[in-house]
Nanobody, 128 residues
Framework: QVQLVASGGGLVQFGGSLRLSCTAS????????VAWFRQGPGKEREGISC????????YYADSVKGRFTVSRDNAKSTMYLQMNSLKPEDTAVYYC?????????????????????WGQGTQVTVSS
């Protein structure tokens, strides 16, 4: 069965850190573009970080740049999102996603329609 399973969410205080993980089963992440999205209460889904399958270029949304770090371990078929200096506005359900096709360029890399496999989401809540 092909699926992505996200984990690592939880409740954290303002300024704290969390690391999200997303593990693929039934397929490998190698050669796939990967990305993290989030959807906060009453907000649209936002692409926050991604890794291009073409050349490994990493993109971040301005809202998380300098605080979040995306990485991947192809041998473990796992991608990560290290989140530091968390703020209440980071509260959201976080989703991982992968793309069989190219996700090159910042627009395509952070665009939800680029991706064909999605994790179930993990809740991150930041208290003030």
């Amino acid at each position: 069965q092909v699926q992505l399973v996200a984990s690592g969410g939880g409740l954290v205080q303002f300024g704290g850190s969390l690391r999200l993980s997303c593990t693929a089963s039934g397929f490998t992440l190698t050669y796939r573009g990967v990305a993290w999205f989030r959807q906060g209460p009453g907000k649209e889904r936002e692409g926050i970080s991604c890794i291009s399958s073409r050349d490994g270029t990493i993109y971040y949304a301005d809202s998380v740049k300098g605080r979040f770090t995306v990485s991947r371990d192809n041998a473990k078929s796992t991608m990560y999102l290290q989140m530091n200096s968390l703020k209440p506005e980071d509260t959201a359900v976080y989703y991982c996603a992968t793309a069989r096709g190219l996700n090159s360029g910042s627009y395509n890399c952070l665009r939800g329609a680029t991706y064909d496999s999605w994790g179930q989401g993990t809740q991150v809540t930041v208290s003030s």
